[in-house]
């Protein structure tokens, strides 16, 4: 294996690609595609929802985690869900729960526990940011043939089962 | 457009998924499958770093970035290329910079501004990672046929570059 097939640049040089394409280093290959193209679409929504509603994406991310979860979400859950530090997650509930966003309640299942829940106040503060989120997303996808976009989510798909299978070794 | 729909959630509810196979969500759809399955992937590369280097997966990143510019490149760049901000690229070049493993220089294409190098020492320890990384990505993908990966790479590649168009808008 040779050290320069595993950069993470968006665009290799020639030589680089023509040594990519044959099949040993086609996980490599696909791994750096997927992550160049995930970071192009994750940056141009992370400034969107800055000059857009003044927030950051771990925000927008957490909301969007609990708006799928009425009953509320353990802070060690939700980081978990976020893949971020119990940290992060405790510094941006603490912000929502100022403005009155997100509320802390008993846990429904274990008295002793709480939860982190939206409030109507939330809810209807996420509410509208999701549906321009999904325009943005929608607008950034517009060019992609509607056949490309389903193979691909049929594609991801096998994918995400086949990560999931891996976790369990 | 309904708010339920935007959320980053990994296994969508079955009236979510079942709304989300019209045409009208496929975009939002594509890009909630991308990010988990990108996510999954970096968890597992972040942690597999940190266990097996002790080293974070910027740190990794901007040291690939370099590998792939043997002059070097200036901060500026660098930031650029990672889609991070400034500081921490400052950050992670000052460690670096006291490890010896990477050296400010003069620009040799403009003796007034500085880029960031490699050092040898730098180089050696890049490609040691660099080669068990990509180990790790060709395990992680072991489950995915060739054929699916090849397909992916073609469809991400079209992505891509669509991605790239809508950036000069």
Chains 1, 2 share one sequence.
Do not use: Y
């Not at 530090?85 to 966003?101: D, F, M, P």
């Not at 691909?152 to 086949?162: G, P, T, V, Y």
């Amino acid at each position: 294996m040779k050290p320069r097939e595993a950069s993470l640049q968006q665009e290799p040089a020639p030589d680089l690609t023509a040594r990519l394409t044959d099949g040993h280093h086609q996980a490599l290959k696909l791994w750096l595609r997927m992550l160049a193209c995930t970071m192009r679409v994750e940056s141009s929504i992370r400034s969107r929802l800055r000059s857009g509603f003044g927030i950051t994406l771990p925000r927008f991310d957490l909301m969007a985690q609990l708006e799928r979860q009425p009953e509320g979400l353990r802070m060690g859950e939700l980081s978990r869900r976020m893949m971020v530090t119990s940290g992060n997650v405790t510094g941006i509930v603490a912000e929502l729960e100022r403005e009155k966003l997100v509320a802390r309640v008993h846990d429904p299942h274990d008295g002793r526990a709480f939860v982190v829940r939206l409030t109507p106040a939330g809810r209807r503060a996420f509410a509208g940011m999701a549906a321009v989120h999904e325009g943005w997303v929608t607008e950034l996808f517009r060019d992609i043939p509607a056949r490309d976009k389903a193979q691909m989510i049929a594609l991801l798909d096998k994918m995400k089962r086949q990560l999931n299978d891996d976790k369990e070794d």
